[in-house]
């Protein structure tokens, strides 16, 4: 697999053409439905915003083959790492580096140095029992705490409610963090509270960053409704060994979707199936899986979500190879080919470095010794149900959920009707919103499910939905002509 080198971008990104076009050669991004402007144009944004904060970015593209997955790395103008500054893009070449900047940004402006300007104001534990997270079992935890005073930002409603107030742990896998420092930053916030029966439940999901607002919180939402599928479905088929979901039928797959499906096999060099996830949500999931020929216990996935059946299926399998892509970057590393730019994260103990973060919270690789007692939790873990794909009703593809060319802004509507309309509070709060307009969201879906941890061996215990869920079943899509 011929890498490329680092290679860095410009300082000062050339502006669009003069007529304000973006060029016929224009390549198209991945979820094109979702953007809302060229790529060409998100790409100058984010690297004017980048360069806006004084710091450089550089990238490598993983494979010359399309699609491909690039990283992005961020640095400061001293050549020193961002903190928590690395991120990956996924699709053709010219969208995968411009979605690595983006993702690399949103991971250094989300991470521990948010709170150097955050509105954060800290809540009674009793209060936040009584709100929207009420039957929610990321709080549960709480009850033991009455007294505890927990650090939570405001959220302005998306589903026509009131605002209400959200923790930052739920969000933020750096801010329990059990080390010196970090314990110092939430004494000085008055922060009270004892996370250590909380952090199964703290996970980035409704982080987003978008070229506008509108995106952001639409690619917030649809990780939301993913993230809950994928839960329920690891709750319903996979735990308790219920009725398996749908098999797209590959035929049934457009031209485009069937070359990436190609891709996607050729990397692994076995089957990947496609299943549908979708719940009553409404909104379009789709999962690509596959079993690894050469080491049975090991499983490739990725998910993707979208209102559209076309993206949800095209942004599950471009995840699934830049997923086989930078495992193999992973693979030799551990191997010991080199530390991993931008990883180290910050300074002199005030906050957690990403390497504290990931100790602290991806256990995967202890799954087995936390999990051995547990067969139904450690199927989920490993995603171990490669058996049980040929009960799949085969489906056809999943199809539109809105008229095609709807807008973005209208699009981030619908999602967010979609989800209260099931009985679920949306609300969102901006993160931050750089000069050139790159926006970062953080959006909390109260009630909607958290048990996917379990692939990072966290028993996030599932609520009130996944309960349901369990009780009344998945009722299969009807199986394709």
Request: a negative charge; proline letters at 7%.
């Amino acid at each position: 697999m011929p890498r490329s080198d680092w290679i860095a971008a410009p300082v000062r990104p050339a502006e669009r053409r003069a007529d304000g076009s973006a060029g016929a050669l224009e390549p198209p991004w991945s979820g094109v439905g979702e953007r809302e402007m060229p790529v060409s144009e998100a790409e100058r944004l984010v690297l004017g915003d980048i360069d806006g904060l004084g710091w450089r970015a550089r990238h490598r593209v993983l494979d010359p083959d399309q699609p491909t997955a690039v990283q992005c790395e961020l640095r400061y103008a001293d050549g020193t790492e961002v903190p928590y500054g690395l991120g990956a893009g996924k699709g053709p070449l010219d969208p995968a580096r411009t979605g690595a900047h983006f993702e690399a940004l949103e991971h250094a402006l989300s991470g521990p140095v948010a709170l150097e300007g955050l509105r954060v104001r800290c809540r009674p534990a009793d209060e936040l029992a009584e709100g929207p997270f009420r039957t929610d079992r990321a709080l549960g935890g709480l009850s033991g705490q009455p007294g505890a005073r927990l650090a939570c930002l405001d959220y302005e409603p998306l589903d026509g409610g009131a605002p209400f107030a959200a923790p930052l742990y739920l969000w933020a896998p750096w801010y329990p963090v059990s080390t010196g420092g970090m314990a110092r930053r939430r004494a000085a916030l008055g922060d009270t509270a004892e996370y250590r029966p909380l952090v199964a439940y703290t996970v980035n999901t409704g982080c987003a960053i978008g070229a506008t607002r509108d995106e952001a919180l639409l690619h917030a939402l649809n990780e939301w409704v993913e993230r809950d599928a994928f839960s329920l479905f690891l709750l319903r088929s996979v735990y308790d060994r219920g009725p398996m979901p749908g098999r797209i039928d590959p035929a049934a797959l457009s031209a485009p979707l069937a070359d990436l499906l190609g891709r996607a096999r050729g990397l692994v060099g076995s089957d990947v199936a496609l299943l549908d996830l979708t719940t009553d949500l409404g909104v379009p999931v789709v999962m690509a899986y596959a079993r690894d020929p050469a080491d049975a216990s090991a499983r490739h996935y990725a998910m993707g979500a979208s209102l559209s059946g076309r993206i949800a299926c095209e942004r599950a399998l471009t995840e699934f190879v830049q997923g086989e892509l930078l495992a193999r970057v992973v693979a030799e590393h551990t191997a010991g080919e080199g530390a991993s730019a931008g990883q180290s994260g910050a300074g002199e103990g005030e906050y957690p470095t990403f390497d504290e973060v990931v100790a602290e919270h991806d256990t995967a690789a202890a799954v087995s010794a936390r999990l051995s007692g547990h067969p139904g939790l450690l199927a989920c873990a490993r995603l171990d149900f490669a058996g049980r794909i040929a009960e799949c009703p085969r489906v056809g593809a999943p199809g539109e959920t809105v008229p095609a060319g709807t807008g973005v802004a209208a699009q981030r509507a619908e999602a967010a009707a979609r989800i209260a309309a099931a009985g679920y509070r949306v609300g969102y709060h901006v993160l931050r919103r750089l000069e050139l307009g790159t926006t970062l969201v953080q959006v909390q879906c109260p009630g909607l499910e958290r048990f996917h941890q379990v692939t990072n061996g966290h028993l996030a215990l599932p609520g009130a939905r996944g309960r349901a869920y369990r009780r009344r079943g998945r009722q299969p899509r009807a199986a394709a002509d």
